[in-house]
Nanobody, 127 residues
Framework: QVQLVESGGGLVQAGGSLRLSCAVS????????MGWFRQAPGKEREFVAA????????YYADSVKGRFTISRDNAENTVYLQMNSVKPEDTAVYYC????????????????????WGQGTQVTVSS
């Protein structure tokens, strides 16, 4: 079983920065990819960013491209989401997710692509 624990959320002013962390409970040698999603009140969970463990290929939602950066530290079993130039519309609960193995047809952009989820961390951007 893999456990994911997010941290780093909080209140930030528009235009500011925040870094989220996701600690994985065990060695990630068999974790294929990690992702970040977010969910605002009354809305569906939406894709933010993803990264493949081998090679480090990254993927971003258009709404965060150029502002957010996903990265990973395999030695520390941690994935990060650096959020810059944040906007009020970035306000949401942010979730970390892990895809255990390669899945044929997986785009890494759908919640159903992932096997494990963290409990979420709240990010609030004030205007």
């Amino acid at each position: 079983q893999v456990q994911l624990v997010e941290s780093g959320g909080g209140l930030v002013q528009a235009g500011g920065s925040l870094r989220l962390s996701c600690a994985v409970s065990r060695r990630t040698f068999n974790i294929y990819a990690m992702g970040w999603f977010r969910q605002a009140p009354g809305k569906e969970r939406e894709f933010v960013a993803a990264i493949r463990r081998i090679g480090g290929t990254t993927y971003y939602a258009d709404s965060v491209k150029g502002r957010f950066t996903i990265s990973r530290d395999n030695a520390e079993n941690t994935v990060y989401l650096q959020m810059n130039s944040v906007k009020p519309e970035d306000t949401a609960v942010y979730y970390c997710a892990a895809q255990k193995d390669y899945k044929l047809g997986s785009s890494l952009r759908r919640p159903s692509d992932y096997d494990y989820w963290g409990q979420g961390t709240q990010v609030t951007v004030s205007s």
